[in-house]
């Protein structure tokens, strides 16, 4: 995913806001099921170095069961 966000930025020159959520359903299901983080399909590795390369303002979409963990994983990590 870290890729994704150096794509983005080579055409762009920034990303303005990244929305940060797990997934439920594999890549290119078409499906949008938030999954808290490390709990779906993406990964928290995946999900961690994204957030670092693209250096942007986060709104975390998770589950709101386990949005307090979701947070306190996202500030130790970053």
Known sequence: MGQ???TILGITGRIDLI???????AFDSGADR????????????NIINCL???NAPIV???PFDGV????AL???AL
């Open 52 to 54: 670092k390369t693209a």
């Open 19 to 25: 929305h940060c959520n797990d997934s439920q359903g």
């Open 68 to 71: 307090a963990a979701d947070l």
């Open 60 to 62: 975390l979409e998770t």
């Open 34 to 45: 938030h999954a808290n983080l490390g709990e779906g399909s993406v990964g928290m590795d």
């Open 4 to 6: 994704v966000a150096d």
């Open 74 to 76: 996202l500030r130790k």
